[in-house]
């Protein structure tokens, strides 16, 4: 039986009860302590999943092969200050220094797949995954493991069938910003990203986007587009009091006049 997940439904408090009085966690985890953190960690699982978003960039990633006659696959994840293609009602950009190198030396971050966490290239952890904060973005470094899909995905960069790059991450809260331009384009801004979770070489072209990667960002939008509506409400109501107060101010200048 798997170990309990967070319903949408529960508070924090309700899942961690649930969790903790489940009889196979109670038997597999018969410490209360133990049971308490693996409950704890599902929690957090979801809370990231929640904010998890991916974003995918068509960029150069290359293999090159050093001394040892090693495949090495360099590349970014993400560019800075690039405007993306339309996400379905809007832009982004990537702030200049939206990866710190603190961010990057807290985050334990895969290089996967297409995301996918059975096909595991390397990791920051132990060491075989290289990230930097460079001029251009993140960049990002390893050596091709000498597994089956290791040496499949080394032969499919190699003739050009795989050129992106893509990243999963979380944005700080207040990390990002809106903005409209003088065209009318929605404009997202990410000034800094609070956690990487992992890099990929991906096969679909750049940003390209599952809805399920844009659920954050979709309610960033929304928000932001209510809070323009109310901006407009108050200047609407904003002029028609000073027209009222004009108007008053009319009518007793006109009083006056006929009074003299």
């Not at 956690?195 to 986007?209: C, G, K, N, T």
Request: aromatic share 8%.
């Amino acid at each position: 039986m798997p170990i309990p997940t967070p319903e949408a439904y529960e508070t924090e408090e309700e899942f961690i009860d649930r969790c903790m009085s489940d009889n196979i966690m109670v038997e597999d985890y018969d410490d209360e302590k133990q049971r308490l953190a693996v409950c704890n960690t599902q929690l957090e699982n979801k809370k990231n999943n929640n904010n998890m978003e991916k974003r995918t960039f068509n960029i150069e990633t290359r293999v090159d092969t050093n001394k040892e006659g090693v495949d090495v696959v360099v590349g970014h994840a993400s560019v800075y200050d690039s405007r993306s293609e339309n996400l379905g009602g809007f832009y982004e950009y990537i702030a200049r220094n939206a990866f710190t190198p603190e961010l990057i030396e807290k985050s334990d971050v895969r290089a996967l797949i297409n995301h996918d966490q059975n096909l595991i290239l390397a990791r920051s952890k132990s060491g075989t995954l290289k990230l930097n904060n460079d001029e251009k973005g993140l960049r990002y470094e390893f050596e091709m493991p000498d597994t089956s899909y290791g040496k499949d995905l080394a032969i499919s960069m190699k003739r050009g069938d795989i050129t992106s790059s893509s990243f999963a991450f979380s944005v700080s809260e207040g990390g990002d910003e809106w903005s409209t331009d003088e065209d009318g384009n929605n404009i997202r801004t990410i000034n800094k990203i609070e956690r990487l979770y992992d890099i990929s070489p991906v096969s679909y072209p750049a940003y390209s986007q599952a809805e399920s990667d844009l659920v954050v960002a979709k309610r960033g939008l929304k928000e932001y587009k209510e809070s323009l509506i109310e901006e407009t409400k108050e200047e609407i109501i904003e002029e028609k009091e000073n027209n009222l107060v004009r108007g008053s101010l009319i009518s007793l200048n006109i009083e006056l006049k006929k009074r003299k």
